[in-house]
């Protein structure tokens, strides 16, 4: 059973950065996509961005020119590095992971993201 467990969210100002990080266990397979999705209160879950194991990466226009997502294939560790956060970047952030042959998703918990102006 796949298993993603987040971490590196909290409180920061705006205008700091924050890196989340996700781990994947329980024998995820390749190829596959891991990647980002947010929630802020009262909004819909959106699509923040993924990169798939050829290490390309793809990102939402909210996010673009200020966030870098990378993966460590090795300990299966997906992460978000993000940039200049303003209070818009405030929510819940999950992890996913799509496996590519057979369509299977897994998300992970969720890791709350501050961001005070």
């Known amino acids: 059973q796949v298993q993603l467990v987040e971490s590196g969210g909290g409180l920061v100002q705006a205008g700091g950065s924050l890196r989340l990080s996700c781990a994947a266990s329980g024998g995820i397979s390749s190829p596959n996509v891991l990647g980002w999705y947010r929630q802020a209160p009262g909004k819909e879950r959106e699509w923040v961005g993924n990169?798939?194991?050829?290490?390309?990466?793809a990102y939402a226009d909210s996010v673009q020119g200020r966030s870098t997502i990378s993966r460590d294939n090795d300990k299966n560790t997906v992460y978000l590095q993000m940039n200049s956060l303003t209070p818009e970047d405030t929510g819940v952030y999950y992890c996913?992971?799509?496996?590519?042959?057979?369509?299977?998703?897994?998300w992970g918990q969720g890791t709350q993201v501050t961001v005070s102006s």
């Open positions: 996913t992971a799509l496996i590519i042959f057979g369509g299977s998703r897994y």
């Open positions: 990169m798939n194991s050829g290490g390309f990466a």
